[in-house]
């Protein structure tokens, strides 16, 4: 390799940084400029990686949590010699259409191995990698899969509170290729983080069952001697960096100002004449360059090994992998649904839809026993989406394909993405709907990656009952399907149930929910079309008799009430129509045609759902009929809160009447 001071190149990371943040006029310096020489020495001297190829399999992956500090990891990409991160996008830093946006995008950049921001999202993001990185290897053996899950980590990430749902979970599943290196700068937005935060991050680690030390995080020999005491442990590791914040610069260095803007011209100039770097924006030495680019391609060598290693697996378990790993399902999937759905019109399941939810899932494992990959933040009982066949995943049971998160819904939805972006499996987590609240940044930041993870929620109205308000989800169907590329799902029956599944698992490039009732539903459908009529978001379930005067629209459990209502109706001689709409988003992404086919002419129409009405205009109209929830819900038994509530046929019925009298 040739030989370039380490001081040098990790200038090569702070000049570019400080010359695009500047450029920009906007963005964080300061960790770029202090983390510099962490980022030099585990690239240079640990990480296993191809810049020719940054996406093959058993690469190390390398995850700033701390994406604010983007620019740093978009001058790795540049120096070590990724050809689609060229000097110009750096320049373009933080602008429209660029591949340098203000926080790393793994849809947009090549070598992003998840999005980050949201602080404390990417460390618990490495932890569902390292999961996977762990279960993959017990499966296919230590010569196919075996890497480490780096993350560098701010002062932010570990005062966010999923910070310690993810650190608790590496934990206790000893986690042990899971290394972070903790930029302890101090620093904040508001100033010293002593201001508001006195936690001892090393005895809080060590207490959750991880290595744990403090070095000085601008000694290149102290960061390399750690890295190779952390990847020799048995536990995973933390390794608090102390560093200054804006390394370099003559009045800002340790201070909030180096956080985040701009340096500005005087203080750039300083930093460059003390860090000993040329003033001439974005330039970096031929020979540190040629030094980085060899950095890029050493690990050619280990890629190709790795490869000759992969040829010599059977024929039927490299096809295996490698279907995995491209997120693409078994044909036994869609036939055992198939089947299951017509053993369901022999003998139909008059249960509730978490119960028919976990019939499907006995079968959905038998067809994809090690790849389906099931979760729960603690409701197992409750949630029902363990499978007979499951074995619960511990350090010791690597290959258990059921997961017991503890009371995290947080960790358990971030970690899910970090499963599904490390590849090789399709893991849904369950919780009750009302505790995506608790979820909610993970769950955004899978529709905005794409990632094809199924959230199971359960005890999805006030049917739940008794449980009360506190339970009982009223606006969290609207607010989930406001979410772009959110898809939700609440089906009114065991046939539903299962084509929704089937749905959520072939959608690959975003997450699903699957609301699920706790109370018992009666089997509505009685025909299984080769086209599975949820895929369209809504259909007809029951048809008028002649031209539809009224259509009655509704999801889950209030198809039922719909059903009632329209033999009610057509008893007394109003022709109306039943549409059950299982995703009420999905129905309004079809093309208009589609859609107008669906809503039809009616002149009355009317949705039903326990929930509020938000979204629904867009069905019936700022005139239509909403028989739902006005306000949030009571303690008591299920029948009774919904005659309550007024969200019964007869309620129906009778508002029908008024419109058409």
């Not at 990480?47 to 790795?76: E, I, Q, T």
Request: aromatic share 6%; net charge neutral.
């Amino acid at each position: 390799m040739t030989q370039v001071d380490h001081v040098r190149m990790a200038n090569a990371i702070r000049g570019l940084a400080m010359d695009a943040v500047e450029k920009a006029k906007s963005g964080h310096p300061g960790l770029p400029m202090g983390a510099a020489d962490m980022a030099t020495v585990l690239f240079t001297q640990f990480l296993k990686f191809d810049a020719a190829n940054l996406a093959w399999p058993d690469r190390d992956r390398f995850v700033l949590s701390a994406g604010h500090g983007s620019m740093l990891l978009y001058a790795l990409l540049y120096l070590t010699g990724d050809k689609e991160m060229t000097l110009d996008q750096i320049k373009r830093f933080r602008q429209v259409d660029s591949i340098t946006p203000g926080h790393p995008e793994n849809f947009r950049t090549k070598g992003i191995e998840t999005t980050t921001g949201p602080l404390g999202q990417g460390i618990a993001t490495a932890v569902g990698m390292a999961l996977a990185e762990k279960m993959l290897a017990a499966e296919f053996g230590k010569k196919i899969v075996d890497h480490h899950t780096y993350v560098l980590c701010s002062d932010g990430d570990l005062m966010e509170g999923i910070s310690q749902e993810a650190i608790a979970l590496a934990g206790v599943w000893r986690l042990n290729k899971m290394i972070v290196l903790y930029d302890d700068n101090g620093i904040s937005i508001d100033g010293p983080t002593s201001i508001s935060d006195s936690v001892d991050q090393i005895k809080r680690f060590k207490s959750a069952g991880w290595a744990a030390e403090l070095i000085d995080g601008q000694d290149q020999a102290a960061i390399a001697a750690a890295i190779a005491r952390a990847q020799k442990s048995n536990k995973p590791s933390l390794i608090a960096c102390k560093t200054t914040i804006g390394y370099g610069a003559p009045t800002r260095a340790g201070t909030a100002k180096a956080h985040g803007e701009a340096l500005g011209a005087e203080e750039l100039k300083g930093a460059k004449e003390n860090l000993g770097i040329s003033l001439e924006p974005f330039s970096v030495p031929d020979d540190v360059l040629k030094a980085w680019r060899e950095v890029g391609s050493r690990g050619a060598a280990a890629r190709t090994e790795w490869e000759a290693r992969f040829a010599e697996l059977g024929p039927r378990k490299r096809a295996e992998f490698e279907r995995r790993l491209r997120h693409e399902r078994p044909a036994s999937l869609a036939k055992a649904i198939r089947d299951f759905k017509k053993k369901l019109l022999d003998s139909p399941l008059n249960i509730a839809t978490r119960k028919s939810s976990e019939a499907v899932i006995d079968v959905i494992a038998e067809a994809m026993p090690m790849e389906f990959l099931a979760g729960s933040a603690d409701l197992t009982g409750s949630t029902n989406n363990k499978a007979k066949s499951a074995v619960g995943f511990s350090a010791k049971v690597p290959k258990g394909r059921f997961i017991h998160y503890g009371i995290r819904e947080h960790g358990m939805c971030a970690a899910m993405n970090g499963i599904f972006l490390h590849g090789g499996f399709a893991p849904n987590g369950a919780t009750f709907l009302v505790f995506t609240d608790y979820a909610r940044p993970a769950m955004r930041l899978a529709a905005l990656m794409g990632t094809g993870v199924v959230y199971v929620m359960t005890h999805d109205s006030i049917g739940l009952g008794e449980d009360g308000p506190t339970h009982q989800p009223v606006e969290h169907l609207s607010s989930l399907r406001a979410i772009p590329n959110m898809r939700v799902f609440r089906p009114c029956d065991a046939v539903e149930v299962a084509e929704c599944w089937e749905l959520a698992l072939n959608r690959t490039n975003g997450p699903t929910v699957l609301a699920l009732s706790r109370q018992n539903l009666p089997q509505l459908r009685t025909s299984v079309p080769a086209d599975n009529p949820c895929s369209h978001g809504a259909y007809e379930l029951v048809a008028a008799q002649g031209d539809a005067k009224v259509s009655l629209f509704a999801s889950g459990s209030e198809v039922e009430i719909a059903v009632a209502a329209q033999k009610d109706l057509a008893g007394r001689g109003i022709a109306t129509r039943v549409v059950s709409v299982p995703s009420l988003e999905l129905l309004l992404s079809q093309p208009e045609d589609k859609q107008k086919a669906v809503v039809g002419n009616a002149l009355v129409k009317v949705a039903i759902e326990a929930a509020v009405r938000w979204g629904w205009d867009a069905v019936i109209g700022h005139d239509g009929v909403f028989i739902g929830m006005h306000s949030f819900g009571e303690s008591g038994p299920a029948k009774d809160l919904y005659k309550h509530f007024g969200i019964t046929a007869e309620a129906t019925v009778n508002a029908v009447l008024k419109r058409v009298s």
